[in-house]
């Protein structure tokens, strides 16, 4: 099983829909964060959490809400979906030794796509 | 704010050389990473530069000079399955938050 596993893999939604993607890791990790992918440009940062009581926005936060349910569960959620939020999403792990040298570890992304 | 630059795209031979090449601008400099990801997959760690130098691991080795905020990935002995996106990284500011290029398509030809 993988050690971040994302769920869904992929989801076809309408425009104005809430969709929950969610992210659990059996790491131990106390990091977690949420990225998205979109071709050209990147893996841009969307809100990053340093253990359960701790939210953080990152460079592109608007239109999200997360939420982090326990040390290995963090959901991401768009409360009213639109099409420039298709992309390709990513959690992401680590921990404050690997987080010291950049190495995060993703799980296999899912991919949204809005009508 | 932060900029990294990376070419867009890379083609080489296979057993071949490349260098994937990365230029920053950022404040509060820690370091640079490189991540591998094929065909819209997980992207994996493949090394981190904190100090000038070169850091080999295997086939793969990464160079890093702070005076000149520049870095490199270089491949040797290129095969077909290291065909895919490569992306660095830096780390800076107080929040150890790698903060991603737009990433290198590198294309193996046989």
């Known amino acids: 099983d993988a050690d971040v596993t994302q769920t869904p893999r992929n989801r076809i939604t309408k425009t104005g829909k809430r969709i929950m993607l969610e992210c659990s890791q059996t790491?131990?990790?106390?990091?977690m964060y949420w990225y998205r992918q979109d071709p050209g440009l990147g893996l841009r940062l969307i809100y990053y959490?340093?253990?359960?009581?701790?939210?953080n926005k990152g460079e592109i936060s608007d239109g999200y809400s997360v939420s982090r349910q326990a040390q290995a569960k963090f959901s991401l959620s768009l409360e009213s979906a639109i099409p420039n939020q298709t992309a390709l999403y990513f959690c992401?792990?680590?921990?404050?030794?690997?987080?010291?040298?950049?190495?995060?570890?993703f799980g296999e992304g899912s991919r949204l796509t809005v009508l | 704010g932060q900029s990294l630059e990376q070419p867009s795209e890379v083609t080489a031979v296979e057993g071949a050389i490349v260098q994937i090449n990365c230029t920053y601008q950022?404040?509060?400099?820690?370091?640079l990473s490189w991540y591998q990801q094929h065909d819209g997959g997980a992207p994996t760690f493949l090394s981190y530069?904190?100090?000038?130098g070169l850091e080999e691991t295997g086939r793969f080795s990464s160079f890093l000079s702070r005076s000149d905020s520049y870095g490199y990935l270089l491949l040797q002995e290129l095969q077909m399955k290291d065909s895919a996106s490569y992306f660095c990284?830096?780390?800076?500011?107080?929040?150890?938050?790698?903060?991603f290029g737009r990433g290198t398509s590198l294309i193996v030809h046989p």
């Open positions: 790491k131990g990790h106390d990091r």
């Open positions: 992401a792990t680590s921990d404050s030794g690997t987080g010291a040298t950049g190495e995060l570890f």
């Open positions: 530069n904190a100090l000038d």
């Open positions: 959490s340093f253990d359960v009581k701790d939210i």
């Open positions: 990284a830096v780390l800076s500011g107080g929040s150890y938050i790698p903060t």
């Open positions: 950022t404040s509060g400099f820690y370091g």
